[in-house]
C-alpha cells in the first residue's frame, strides 16, 4: 500500500531506501539493474528508484562489492525497432549489454502476460516489438567506498 504502482504517486525515498538496503544486505546481492533517471518511460516509480540508488550509492551506503548499472532510456523510434535496433545499440557506448535469447523472451513474456490488469493494448505491442524485450544496455553508477577517513 505504501508503494502503489501508479506513475503519479511520489514514493518515500527513506521507504525505498530501506527496502533496498534490507535485500542487498539479508540476500548478499553483488549486482543491481535499474531504471535511468528518465525511467524508461518517465514513469514516477521507476524514476524514485533509480534516484534512490544514486544517492545510495554516492553516499557510500550500499554493501561492500555491490555495483549498481542504471538501463538507457531510448526514443520511442528505438524503443519499436526490436531486434533491428541491436546494431546501434552496438555503435553506442553502455557499459553493459545485455541480449535476450529466445528462451529468455518466453520467460520475460509469460511475465508480462501475468500482469493482466496492466496488459492494454499498447504493451501488447511492447511484448512484441519492443528492443527492451530483446536488447538491453546500461551504465554503471559510481559507487562510493565506505573507507572515508575523518581528521
Not at 29 to 52: C, E, M, P, Q, W
Request: overall charge positive; aromatic content about 12%; proline content about 3%.
Amino acid at each position: 500500500r505504501e508503494l502503489p504502482d501508479d506513475p503519479a504517486v511520489q514514493w518515500s525515498t527513506a521507504l525505498v531506501s530501506s527496502l533496498i538496503l534490507k535485500h542487498t544486505q539479508n540476500y548478499g546481492i553483488s549486482l543491481v539493474l535499474t531504471f535511468d533517471g528518465r525511467g524508461v518511460s518517465g514513469h514516477a516509480n521507476h524514476i524514485a528508484i533509480y534516484k534512490t540508488l544514486s544517492h545510495l550509492a554516492s553516499a557510500g551506503r550500499l554493501p561492500e562489492g555491490c555495483q549498481i548499472y542504471s538501463l538507457h532510456s531510448i526514443s520511442i523510434l528505438r524503443k519499436y525497432l526490436s531486434v533491428l535496433e541491436l546494431p546501434v545499440s552496438w555503435l553506442l557506448p553502455s557499459d553493459f549489454c545485455c541480449l535476450i535469447g529466445l528462451e529468455e523472451y518466453k520467460r520475460a513474456k509469460k511475465a508480462m502476460l501475468c500482469h493482466r490488469s496492466q496488459l492494454v493494448w499498447f504493451r501488447r505491442l511492447y511484448i512484441l516489438f519492443s528492443r527492451y524485450m530483446f536488447i538491453n544496455t546500461f551504465q554503471a553508477i559510481v559507487v562510493e567506498t565506505k573507507n572515508v577517513k575523518m581528521y
